[in-house]
């Protein structure tokens, strides 16, 4: 009997010889076995990218920003410049740390270490991320006149899978960095749920002042093609990957009369479809850290 390769081969449409009541003992051992197998070659694989990958940042921007701090012309950098530059040195590597730990568990850890049971209801955690982002320091945050505590318990039927939470608590982790980042001189954030029919939306809007035609035009004179496309799309690639996983869509667009709507639309999924669908390999996926990227 040729066994499934995967988990997700294990659904209702197979054949009736390969539904898992069907199965002998021995053939259900051996399957066992197997998917252990896969999964510890899995986090093996992880646990090898992401050490190759601190390697880079620690023998480059590390050391790099070491040696601007250890400058001897300390006059050469104002204290609060100092200080930016120190915890950066120091979110980098704790970056690297709860990577390592999240690989083990099933939990995201965010900045300064708060670390989220995934397992946990998907409410809770979006609140907690939503509570710990707006206590950064950002200057987008400083203007803010009217927020209007969010709802999340239209989301507490969408049945997910670990895999999927974490993506919904990044995207909204993200859209919140970027008002406090870019939106400047925001007075109004407002973070909605809604639940119709079968349709989920999680959507973040701000009314802040976004970057004119000329400030842009002038910016993208100043910076490296490449640099400027790596910089415009990560935040984009993570929103419409996690939309693709969903099976729904990510949507970005003006607010008005100023400000910017983002919105992730998705439609209830079962967890085995979820799961059907799979997680990339992590030798082909972007790293995926708690830490958002500079904008959409």
């Given at each position: 009997m040729t066994l499934p390769d995967s988990p997700s081969d294990l659904s209702p449409d197979l054949p009736p010889d390969l539904r898992l009541e069907h199965l002998s003992r021995e053939d259900l051992m051996l399957l066992v076995k197997q998917l252990s197998g896969q999964v510890k070659a899995s986090l093996t694989e992880r646990a090898e990218t992401l050490e190759q990958t601190y390697e880079a940042v620690h023998n480059g921007p590390l050391q790099a920003l070491a040696v601007l701090l250890r400058a001897d012309d300390e006059s050469a950098l104002s204290e609060p410049v100092r200080s930016q530059l120190e915890k950066i040195g120091q979110?980098?590597?704790?970056?690297?740390?709860?990577?390592?730990?999240?690989?083990?568990?099933e939990a995201l850890y965010l900045e300064s270490g708060l670390a989220l049971n995934l397992e946990g209801p998907l409410t809770q955690l979006l609140q907690q991320v939503f509570e710990h982002t707006l206590e950064r320091d950002f200057p987008g945050y400083e203007s803010l006149q009217f927020q209007i505590t969010p709802d999340f318990t239209p989301l507490a039927t969408a049945e997910l899978s670990t895999a999927c939470k974490r993506g919904l608590c990044l995207f909204l982790q993200e859209a919140l960095c970027n008002v406090g980042k870019h939106a400047l001189g925001t007075t109004q954030l407002r973070v909605e749920c809604e639940h119709n029919a079968n349709t989920y939306c999680l959507r973040i809007?701000?009314?802040?002042?976004?970057?004119?035609?000329?400030?842009?035009?002038?910016q993208s004179l100043t910076e490296s093609p490449a640099a400027d496309q790596q910089k415009k799309h990560q935040g984009t690639y993570q929103a419409e990957a996690l939309a693709q996983q969903l099976k729904g869509k990510f949507l970005r667009r003006p607010n008005s009369p100023q400000g910017t709507i983002c919105e992730l639309i998705w439609p209830q999924l079962p967890r085995s479809s979820q799961a059907a669908r799979g997680e990339p390999a992590?030798?082909?996926?972007?790293?995926?850290?708690?830490?958002?990227?500079?904008?959409?």
């Open positions: 979110d980098l590597r704790g970056i690297y740390q709860s990577m390592r730990l999240a690989i083990q568990s809007t701000d009314n802040g002042e976004t970057p004119s035609v000329i400030e842009s035009l002038l992590a030798s082909t996926v972007r790293a995926e850290s708690a830490e958002p990227t500079d904008e959409w």
